[in-house]
């Protein structure tokens, strides 16, 4: 053990870093922005030790991002070149396994990407690895976040040479997954990207380093005006159809529309994501003005916004538009991000 965890933290890295321009090459970026580092677990012997390479900026930590990793079975008859993501979230508190269908879901928005440039490498690579680990979760969760792999096995390791090649290829691939990530206004399996802005604020309002919160994208203030804008947009040509005279009143008032029909008034909450529509971030105002107004109430998400972020002005379109309304908000569907404490001084 003492061997393999010399190897994995020390020498394969410093093997690896000598490689440094070939490597920056091949991922598009600066020398300085490749990252080479490896674990053989923390206090204990990792079951699957792993060795990295990827882009610091997008990829900070083991847990968040998409880099290549070199990753060794528990048993140690094979080595995976890997093409994997996080597959860990931190709560908090601790760090616990990705869903696996969350992992599923990045895999399969990542693997048609790469189709143009796996043609001349498709017999060797792999959609599945098999890691043969038993003692933790980290070794199915692997499993699920791999993308793309080669494999080694142990009576049959390649020159150094071809291993280098093939690390050179594989990171032009997560090039590509990098250069297609910066564009998407959402990735399916990826958090919903409010919730997790809210989160990031509230720890650092209170001080707290809020670790590897989510992956992918995050709204800038004009990409969420921008999203705000046209979420209110639809809801209000949709309530329009249907009869109702609009007011937006989302500048002065704890809520977005104010409708009207036939001497019966409506007061709806409007938001928008590029997510799925799963989650919403609500503030207190929100939440007691409505309670206090239900069942003259709705909710209105539009999801699955895209975002074009490429040219000058972003810019929104699309979206799927769900209604709840009379919108009665209960206890169990709430959950605290933060909570302001009277500390009686």
């Not at 705000?228 to 009143?249: C, I, N, P, T, Y």
Request: with cysteine; proline share 4%; glycine share 8%.
């Amino acid at each position: 053990m003492d061997e393999r965890g010399r190897l994995i933290r020390r020498e394969l890295p410093a093997n690896i870093r000598s490689a440094l321009p070939d490597l920056a090459a091949a991922l598009g970026v600066e020398e300085k922005e490749v990252g080479v580092e490896g674990s053989d677990g923390a206090g204990l012997n990792a079951e699957i030790p792993w060795v990295r390479v990827f882009d610091r900026r997008r990829s900070p930590a083991a847990t968040t991002g998409w880099y290549v990793v070199y990753l060794l079975s528990a048993t140690g008859d094979r080595l995976y070149l890997s093409l994997m993501q996080g597959t860990t979230v931190w709560t908090g508190g601790m760090f616990i396994p990705r869903k696996a269908a969350d992992l599923k879901a990045r895999v399969v928005w990542a693997r048609p990407l790469l189709e143009d440039s796996i043609a001349s490498h498709a017999d060797l690579l792999h959609t599945r690895i098999t890691l043969q680990g038993n003692k933790s979760k980290l070794s199915r969760g692997y499993e699920s976040g791999n993308v793309l792999a080669i494999e080694y096995r142990r009576d049959a390791v390649p020159d150094p040479m071809v291993l280098m090649s093939d690390l050179r290829f594989m990171c032009a691939l997560l090039r590509k997954i990098y250069r297609a990530e910066e564009a998407a206004s959402y990735i399916p399996g990826d958090p919903t990207p409010e919730v997790v802005e809210a989160q990031e604020v509230a720890a650092r309002t209170s001080g707290r380093r809020h670790a590897a919160a989510g992956q992918g994208f995050r709204p800038s203030a004009e990409e969420r005006r921008v999203l705000e804008l046209h979420g209110v947009r639809l809801a209000a040509e949709h309530f329009e159809k249907e009869g109702w005279s609009v007011k937006d009143v989302g500048a002065k008032e704890s809520f977005d529309l104010l409708l009207k029909r036939d001497g019966k008034r409506l007061h709806v909450e409007v938001k928008a994501t590029t997510s799925p529509g799963g989650q919403a971030v609500l503030t207190r105002a929100e939440v007691d003005f409505q309670r206090k107004h239900a069942p003259h109430n709705a909710l209105v998400v539009v999801h699955s916004i895209v975002l074009d972020r490429n040219a000058a002005l972003v810019t929104a379109s699309g979206g799927l538009l769900e209604c709840i309304t009379p919108w009665t908000i209960e206890q169990d569907d709430l959950s605290a991000i933060s909570y302001v404490y009277r500390t009686g001084l």
